[in-house]
Each structure stands twice: as structure tokens, then as C-alpha cells.
């Protein structure tokens, strides 16, 4: 359950960083 929902807050930051920088 960690590792799933670390995967998921690394998505949702990659997707923030990603919108962010755009």
C-alpha cells in the first residue's frame, strides 16, 4: 500500500512539475 500510493504522489508531483513548468 506504501509503494502504490508513493508511485501515485510521484505521478501527481511529475504531472504538478510538468503543468507547473508549462
Keep these: 500500500a ?3 500510493e508513493g508511485k501515485q504522489h510521484a505521478l501527481a ?3 504538478t512539475t510538468l503543468s ?3
Design 2 to 4: 506504501v509503494m502504490a
Design 13 to 15: 508531483v511529475g504531472v
Design 20 to 22: 507547473t513548468e508549462d
